[in-house]
């Protein structure tokens, strides 16, 4: 008999009070591209590792989504400390994404991160983050107007380079592709274990793929935005979603 069921893809959840509760959240707007346009069905994975052992997740799971996130990596996590800035953090994220990335890698369980998501994956494999990336010389202002519309702040804002045979430029078909800009942190030092699928024109690295896995990549940028009508950037979600099924059917 044929398996019609969907793939189930795990989507790591942040963590925030909600007065006067705290809450295991996960953005609209991931959850509806990972459904309309990967095809695939997402389950919230909570931060709960000190109640749960992710091995139990990751056994009943076809793919792993990494969201972006309002929060930051501690830097802690890169023998840093925090900047003067008015960031939040959230430490069970951290936790969870980390475990998480290690144990899907050992698996090639495919994995897919997307603004916070590729920091996650970076500092999870021992890179590390530039904490303000407007602050460094050489490097462009990449933040989003806050007070303008959403539809300005996920507008396409500059072009990429997608590396020369790399992954993303077999799924995009195309050598540069204009991505939207919503970040003020950014990779540092790559991590182990990485090679850079993608560079803004200024130089700031801007997606990764990681090398053990089939499919394993991470883009600062923010695809999932109204991502059915984005024919570009649909296709890395549908590349995920076929991913996810290959997995499921062995």
């Known amino acids: 008999m044929s398996n019609n069921n969907k793939p189930l893809v795990g989507v790591i959840s942040d963590t925030q009070i909600i007065a006067p509760h705290l809450f295991h959240t996960a953005g609209d707007k991931y959850l509806r591209a990972l459904s309309q346009a990967a095809d695939v069905i997402p389950v919230i994975i909570p931060s709960l590792l000190s109640d749960q052992s992710i091995d139990q997740w990751l056994s009943r799971l076809d793919g792993v989504f990494l969201t972006g996130a309002y929060s930051m990596v501690d830097p802690a996590n890169y023998q840093e400390e925090k900047i003067d800035s008015a960031y939040s953090y959230d430490e069970l994220r ?14 090639n369980i495919p994995l897919l991160g997307v603004c916070r998501g590729l920091q996650d994956i970076n500092v999870a494999l021992g890179g590390s983050l530039h904490q303000a990336v407007q602050d460094v010389d050489g490097l462009n202002d990449h933040r989003e107007d806050k007070s303008a519309t959403l539809e300005e702040q996920y ?88 991913a996810c099924r290959t997995r499921q059917s062995k």
């Open 94 to 107: 951290d936790e969870t994404s980390f475990a998480t990335i290690r144990a899907v890698i050992d698996r």
């Open 155 to 242: 507008a396409d804002a500059h072009l990429v380079n997608l590396t020369e045979q790399g992954r993303l430029h077999t799924i995009y078909g195309t050598s540069q592709v204009k991505v939207n800009s919503l970040h003020s942190q950014g990779i540092h030092r790559v991590g182990k274990g990485l090679s850079v699928e993608a560079t803004a024109l200024d130089g700031l690295v801007e997606a990764v793929a990681i090398d053990a896995m089939d499919f394993g990549l991470a883009v600062q940028w923010h695809p999932e935005w109204q991502v059915t009508k984005n024919p570009v950037q649909k296709q890395l979600f549908e590349a995920f979603g076929d």
